[in-house]
C-alpha cells in the first residue's frame, strides 16, 4: 500500500465501513428470521486512537459454507487499517470473532480454539483497560500495599520443604546481601543402572552414586516453560565420569543449558577473572594428592615455631555421604557465593539475562536430607519493576521512518511481553543492518498481552518509544505462538504488502543480507519457503512435551522449517490470513509444523519451492550460519560486533 493512495483510501474505507455496516444489519436480519438466539457482538475495540481508522465488526458465521463464504466477503475477521503518514499501526489487525469459534468448537481443535478464543477475550479487556489509563493508577495503590507481602526472611523445614515439592518459594526475590542458610545431610551413595552424571565401566550393571542439586530459579519469567535455573549447583559426592567429588555450575536460560563451571579440586587459576575478589573454585584434598598429611604437618611445625608467612590449608571436599553440613549462598556484587561449615567454597559470577529479583524460588533435589532452610536479609519492599535497567531510551534506536518504495522483506519477531533485554539487542544489533535502517526490509516484534499488568503498561511505552511492537491483541499463552505467525502474515501482507516474510524469534539473530540472498537465487515469482527443514518428522507422544492425538492425529509432520528462522513469499503468507478469515486454517499449538501444514496446502494448487539449509540454525550458532538462535543478548551484541569488525560470520560461545 502506497501513501500517493492515502486520501483515496480514506474515502474508500468509508464506503466500505457503510459496506460493512450493510452487510452487518442484513445478517442480522437474517439471523433473525431464522430465530437464532445469537447475541451478535461488536468485536472491535482495538482500533487504534487514530481517527480516520477503519471499522470492523465481526459476527458469524453460520455454519453452511456457502453462507459463510458470502458473509465473510462483506465482514471480514481482519480489519485492514490503512498505513499512516510515516507510521505502521501499532495494534495487529488480527482480531478475533467470538461466535464464530463457538460455531466451529465442535471440530478436531476445539480445545485449542476454545483457548483462542478466551485469550482473545481476556487480552482484549487488558488492552481496553491499559488504555482508559485505570491500570497505572491501581498499580500505585498496590505497590503501596505490597510492603507487607514481602517478608524479610522465610524458613523452612525440610519436611514442609518436601510437601511444597521441594521448592522454597522467595515471593520478592533476593537482593544484595541476602543469604539463603541450608541445613542438610547428603544421603549415602546408592547404585545406578543409568547414570546421567557418570559412566559405567566395562563390566559393571551398576553406578555407585550420591549427588543432589539446589537451584535458584525464575519462576515468574517465563509462562508454559520450565523456570529458567539462574544458579544450578550441583555437588557430586560419587557417580562424576572424572571419578572424583566435583561441583559443578551451570544456568540454563529458555531450556538451554549456559557452560559449565566445574570445580574438581584445584583452586581457580591466578589470571582468572574473581567474583568479588573470591576465586570462583577453591582448592580441596583430592585423592591423588597423597602430599595432604604432610602439609598439615608443616603447617602445624610453622605454627609451633612462629612463622608469620601466610601458610594455607587444604580441606577435604566439603559435602560427606551421612554428614551434616551448613551451606551459605549469598547474594554479592559481582555474583553468588557459597560457604559451607563456614569455609568459601565457590562463587559463580552473574550471567546476563537475570536480575536478582527474578530469583524467586529455591528448589533442592536429589540424594539429600533437608533439615531447615533460611532465606534472610531478603527485600522488603516489591521488586520495582523497572524495564529503564534494560531499555536505552535512545532515538538512535528507533525504528527509522518509512518510505514510498516497495518493501522487499518484511520480519516479523516472535516476543513476550517481558523480553525488554532481548528487544533491546536486538534493536542494537542486527536491527541496525543498512537495508533495515533504510527501510528497505522491516522488522517488528509481535508481543500480545501479559499476565502481569505493569508489564503490559510498560510494554506500552516501550511500543510507543521505538515504534518497532506490534500489539497482537490477545492473553499470551504458549500453545497460541501459531496466532503471533499469522498475525505476522497479515501484517506483512496487508500493512507492509512485503515482497516476502520472514518470522524468526527474539533470540534468533538474522544476518538479513545473507538470508536475502538465499531468497534471490529462486526465481522471482515463484513461491518459496526456506529454512531448516525437517522432512518426516514424527510427534513425541509421551513426557512432558507431548502431542496427544487429539491434537494431531496424523503419523506424521509434514516438511517443515524449523520455528527460529524461515522466510515465505507473500503468495503463501496471503493464502494463510484468508483462510483464516474463512475459518478454513487448521491451528495447532507448534507454529512452525502449523507453517509447514499451511505450505503443504498451498503447494497442492501452486508448486512451492522448499529450500532447506542448515544454515538456518536450531540450536545455538554454526559459522557462517544465516540465522543463530537461542543467543542471549549479551551474545547477540557480540555476534554483531563481530560482524562489524571482522566482517565474518562467527559464533560467540560465551553467554
Ligand atoms: C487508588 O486508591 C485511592 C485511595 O486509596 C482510590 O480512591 C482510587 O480509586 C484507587 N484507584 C484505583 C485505580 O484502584
Ligand atoms: C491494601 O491492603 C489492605 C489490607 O490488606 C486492603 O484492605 C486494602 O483494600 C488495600 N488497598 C488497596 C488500594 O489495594
Ligand atoms: C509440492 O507439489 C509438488 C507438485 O504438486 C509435489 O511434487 C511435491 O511433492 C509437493 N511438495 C511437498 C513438500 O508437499
Known amino acids: 500500500m502506497k501513501r500517493g493512495k492515502f486520501d483515496s ?30 447475541v451478535l457482538r461488536n468485536g472491535l475495540g482495538l482500533e487504534t486512537p487514530e481517527p480516520g481508522s477503519t471499522i470492523s465488526i465481526n459476527t458469524l458465521p453460520i455454519r453452511s459454507p456457502d453462507a459463510s463464504e458470502y458473509f465473510v466477503k462483506e465482514n471480514p475477521v481482519f480489519n485492514f487499517q490503512e498505513r499512516k503518514k510515516e507510521q505502521f499501526k501499532k495494534v495487529s489487525g488480527l482480531t478475533f470473532d467470538e461466535i464464530a469459534f463457538d460455531s466451529v468448537s465442535k471440530d478436531d481443535f476445539s480445545e485449542l480454539h476454545t483457548t483462542v478464543r478466551d485469550a482473545f477475550v481476556m487480552g482484549k479487556k487488558i488492552l481496553e483497560e491499559i488504555e482508559s489509563g485505570n491500570v497505572k493508577a491501581e498499580l500505585q495503590n498496590r505497590t503501596q500495599n505490597r510492603t507487607e507481602s514481602c517478608p524479610s526472611s522465610v524458613s523452612l523445614s525440610g519436611v514442609e520443604m518436601q510437601k511444597k515439592g521441594k521448592l522454597m518459594v522467595i515471593p520478592c526475590g533476593l537482593t544484595l546481601g541476602s543469604h539463603i542458610t ?80 566445574r570445580c574438581e579440586g584445584w583452586k581457580s587459576n591466578a589470571d582468572e577473572e574473581t567474583v568479588d575478589g573470591q576465586v570462583k573454585c577453591e582448592k580441596w584434598i583430592r585423592d591423588d594428592d597423597d602430599r595432604t598429611e604432610e602439609s598439615k604437618a608443616t603447617w602445624w611445625l610453622k605454627r609451633l615455631i612462629g612463622r608469620t608467612r601466610k601458610v594455607t590449608v587444604d580441606w577435604p571436599y566439603p559435602f560427606v555421604e551421612g554428614k551434616l553440613f551448613v551451606l551459605t549462598l549469598s547474594a554479592g556484587l559481582e555474583g553468588y557465593h557459597i560457604n559451607v561449615d563456614g569455609r568459601h567454597i565457590t562463587s559463580f559470577p552473574y550471567r546476563p539475562g537475570f ?49 514510498d518504495g516497495p ?55 516501550e511500543a510507543e518509544f521505538f515504534g518497532d511492537i506490534v500489539i497482537v491483541p490477545y492473553m499470551d499463552h504458549y ?25 524468526c524469534d527474539d533470540d534468533t539473530f538474522v544476518r538479513v543480507d545473507a538470508v536475502m540472498k538465499e531468497v534471490k537465487k529462486v526465481h522471482r515469482g515463484r513461491s518459496l519457503y526456506i529454512g531448516n527443514i525437517n522432512y518426516y518428522h514424527i510427534p513425541l507422544r509421551h513426557g512432558k512435551w507431548a502431542v496427544t492425538y487429539e491434537e494431531w492425529p496424523e503419523e506424521e509432520y509434514p516438511p517443515y522449517a524449523n520455528g527460529p528462522g524461515y522466510v515465505m513469499s507473500s503468495d503463501i503468507a496471503n493464502s494463510i490470513v484468508t483462510d483464516f478469515e474463512k475459518h478454513r486454517l487448521r491451528l495447532f499449538k507448534m507454529e512452525d509444523v502449523s507453517m509447514g501444514m499451511w505450505v503443504e496446502r498451498f503447494n497442492s494448487s501452486k508448486q512451492v519451492e522448499y529450500v532447506h539449509s542448515l544454515k538456518f540454525c536450531q540450536f545455538g550458532c554454526i559459522d557462517d550460519y544465516y540465522t543463530a538462535h537461542y543467543q542471549s543478548p549479551r551474545q547477540m551484541i557480540c555476534l554483531w560486533d563481530k560482524l562489524q569488525l571482522k566482517g565474518k560470520p562467527r559464533c560467540c560461545n560465551m553467554r
Not at 216 to 245: A, C, T, Y
Not at 479 to 503: F, S
Request: positive net charge; aromatic residues 8%.
Open 355 to 403: 536480575t536478582l529479583e527474578d530469583a524467586t524460588g529455591l528448589y533442592i533435589n536429589g540424594n539429600i536430607d533437608v533439615h531447615s532452610i533460611l532465606a534472610a536479609s531478603l527485600p522488603t519492599t516489591h521488586p520495582s519493576f523497572a524495564p529503564q535497567q534494560h531499555l536505552e531510551m535512545l532515538t538512535k534506536w528507533q525504528a527509522p521512518p518509512l518510505h
Open 9 to 38: 483510501l480514506i474515502s474508500v474505507s468509508r464506503i466500505r465501513s457503510i459496506q460493512i455496516l450493510m452487510g452487518f444489519l442484513f445478517l442480522y436480519l437474517v439471523l433473525m428470521s431464522l430465530e437464532i438466539p445469537l
Open 182 to 261: 541450608v541445613v542438610a545431610r547428603p544421603q549415602w551413595a546408592h547404585p545406578e543402572r543409568d547414570p546421567k552424571i557418570g559412566l559405567l565401566r566395562e563390566g559393571d550393571e551398576t553406578l555407585m552414586v550420591s549427588q543432589f542439586m539446589m537451584e535458584l530459579q525464575g519462576l515468574r519469567v517465563v509462562d508454559g516453560e520450565d523456570p529458567p535455573k539462574i544458579l544450578h549447583f550441583n555437588p557430586r559426592i560419587k557417580g562424576d565420569w572424572s571419578g572424583r567429588p566435583v561441583i559443578e555450575q551451570n544456568t540454563c536460560y529458555r531450556m538451554q543449558w549456559g557452560s559449565a563451571l
Open 479 to 503: 500453545d497460541l505462538v501459531v496466532l503471533k505467525t499469522i498475525a505476522i502474515c497479515e501484517y506483512g501482507v496487508r500493512t507492509v504488502a512485503a515482497k516476502y516474510i520472514m518470522k
Open 407 to 461: 518493501v522487499e522483506l518484511f520480519i516479523g519477531i516472535l516476543s513476550a511481553g517481558n523480553h525488554f533485554s532481548e528487544r533491546m539487542a536486538v534493536r542494537k544489533s542486527w536491527m541496525q543492518y543498512k537495508s533495515i535502517k533504510s527501510s528497505e526490509y522491516i522488522a517488528r516484534f509481535f508481543v500480545a498481552m501479559h499476565r502481569r499488568k505493569e508489564i503490559n503498561v510498560e510494554l506500552m511505552k
